[in-house]
Antibody
Framework: EVQLVESGGGLVQPGGSLRLSCAASGFTFSSYWMHWVRQAPGKGLVWVSRLNSDGSSTNYADSVKGRFTISRDNAKNTLYLQMNSLRPEDTAVYYC????????????WGQGTLVTVSS | DIQMTQSPSSLSASVGDRVTITCRASQGIRNDLGWYQQKAGEAPKRLIYAASSLQSGVPSRFSGSGSGTEFTLTISSLQPEDFATYYCLQHNSYPRTFGQGTKVEVK
């Protein structure tokens, strides 16, 4: 069974940093592209970033470019999102998601981890 | 960036109703679109990929159509478990963009 479990969320002050993790199991993690998607409280889904299978190619939303870094450790079956210079508008539930192997839309999602940026 | 305009933002419907949700892309995206269902407090669930292909395990009352700039998600006969928020997602180019969502509520 495919499982994605996010962790690392919490309360952080504006300007602070946080690293999210997403532990993957039930599939060959190293073969799949991965994404981060976020959702502010009561709002819609917003795509954040994606990383290819070997970690050599990334894309970011303009709102996080230069502040967030997506990475992976295929030996540990784990995806990361390093978030720096956090702003109140980064407050959201952050989901990791696996890109489908025959279609680029994410097919499996984790349950999310809440990041709150507030003083 | 490609903008995805989803309509309506909300609708009220009854069990058994036919429901149609539309997404319009600001430029042509071929059939590079998926549809998701999200229930309160849960992660999104993929319903449709490649605009019209039904995700395995998803009931056949869900269908998708369209290509280019206009896409439709149809629920042929609304069931109690279908009250949720629905999103479209384009993957034609980066950044990927979602529609604003359509909340389907009980009439």
């Amino acid at each position: 069974e495919v499982q994605l479990v996010e962790s690392g969320g919490g309360l952080v002050q504006p300007g602070g940093s946080l690293r999210l993790s997403c532990a993957a199991s039930g599939f060959t993690f190293s073969s799949y592209w991965m994404h981060w998607v976020r959702q502010a409280p009561g709002k819609g889904l917003v795509w954040v970033s994606r990383l290819n299978s070997d970690g050599s190619s990334t894309n970011y939303a303009d709102s996080v470019k230069g502040r967030f870094t997506i990475s992976r450790d295929n030996a540990k079956n784990t995806l990361y999102l390093q978030m720096n210079s956090l702003r109140p508008e980064d407050t959201a539930v952050y989901y990791c998601a696996r890109e489908g192997n025959y279609d680029p839309t994410p097919d499996y999602w984790g349950q999310g981890t809440l990041v709150t940026v507030s003083s | 960036d490609i903008q995805m305009t989803q309509s309506p933002s909300s609708l009220s419907a009854s069990v058994g109703d036919r429901v149609t949700i539309t997404c319009r892309a600001s430029q042509g995206i071929r059939n590079d679109l998926g549809w998701y269902q999200q229930k309160a407090g849960e992660a999104p669930k993929r319903l449709i990929y490649a605009a019209s292909s039904l995700q395995s395990g998803v009931p056949s009352r869900f269908s998708g159509s369209g290509s280019g700039t206009e896409f439709t998600l149809t629920i042929s006969s609304l069931q109690p478990e279908d009250f949720a928020t629905y999103y479209c997602l384009q993957h034609n180019s980066y950044p990927r963009t979602f529609g604003q969502g359509t909340k389907v509520e009980v009439k």
